[in-house]
């Protein structure tokens, strides 16, 4: 159990386009869900935490108007990168956090955005 | 401020010999630790967990061990495979905030030598 999906797995688009990754725990309800960027040999850098159904609080230096999260259900957030450029292309990776469950985040397996 | 930190960026160990990652954190508020293991190109995975009142965990061939005196935190793999090679990251929360959020180290990449 405790699967959670990402999906595009890759997605390259041309600057100025906007991109949505969506986020899906398949089998378990998730009240929180978090997003990541990654830069390569980096750490993963939290980007906001989304909780269903109301608005995602971003972190310091993080553009909300860039990164539009929703949330619309406890199995799917999605991220959508709005008017890309180059400096967006990263590696982006979300998490799930249980229902009623304690700290433990499950992963998905990230996806490549490379922006032309 | 707020930081979890890796003594050592790289690791490299000779295949079924032990291996020990280790890891700092500076919030003594911090009462959940995990540590994630990450292969190239994919998300963290989730390798074990303990709480600040335990000092001690074990798993299958992973030991995590937690000392709060000097904030410190580590990862033993026992008999170290070739499959063990990736980065790995420690992760605190934060035991001031319930939001669930997580603080990721800078990460150790692991290599094992056959």
């Known amino acids: 159990g405790a699967v959670v999906s990402q999906h595009p797995s890759r997605v390259i688009c041309k600057s100025g386009t906007s991109v949505k990754i969506e986020c899906r725990s398949l089998?378990?309800?998730?009240?929180?869900m978090f997003w990541y960027r990654q830069f390569p040999k980096k750490s993963l850098m939290l980007m906001a935490t989304?909780?269903?159904?109301?608005?995602?609080?971003?972190e310091q230096g993080v553009e909300k108007d860039k990164f539009l999260i929703n949330h619309a259900s406890l199995t799917l957030s999605t991220l959508t990168v709005t008017s890309a450029h180059p400096e967006d292309s990263s590696f982006y990776i979300c998490?799930?956090?249980?229902?009623?469950?304690?700290?433990?985040?499950?992963f998905g397996p990230g996806t490549r955005l490379t922006v032309l | 401020g707020e930081s979890v930190g890796l003594h050592l960026p790289t690791l490299s160990v000779q295949e079924g010999d032990n291996s020990i990652i280790n890891c700092a954190y500076s919030?003594?508020?911090?009462?959940?630790f995990i540590w994630y293991k990450q292969e190239s190109g994919k998300g963290p995975q989730f390798i074990i967990d303990?709480?600040?009142?335990?000092d001690k965990r074990q798993g299958q061939r992973v030991t995590v061990l937690l000392n709060k005196t000097v904030k410190h935190l580590s990862l033993q793999i026992a008999a170290t495979q070739p499959g063990d090679s990736a980065v790995y990251f420690c992760?605190?929360?934060?035991?001031?905030?319930?939001?669930?959020?997580?603080?990721f180290g800078q990460g150790t990449t692991l290599q094992v030598k056959p």
């Open positions: 998490s799930a956090r249980r229902q009623t469950q304690g700290y433990e985040q499950f």
């Open positions: 089998d378990f309800q998730a009240t929180t």
């Open positions: 989304s909780n269903e159904g109301s608005k995602a609080t971003y």
């Open positions: 919030n003594s508020a911090s009462d959940y």
């Open positions: 303990i709480r600040s009142n335990m």
């Open positions: 992760a605190e929360n934060n035991g001031s905030s319930n939001t669930g959020k997580l603080i």
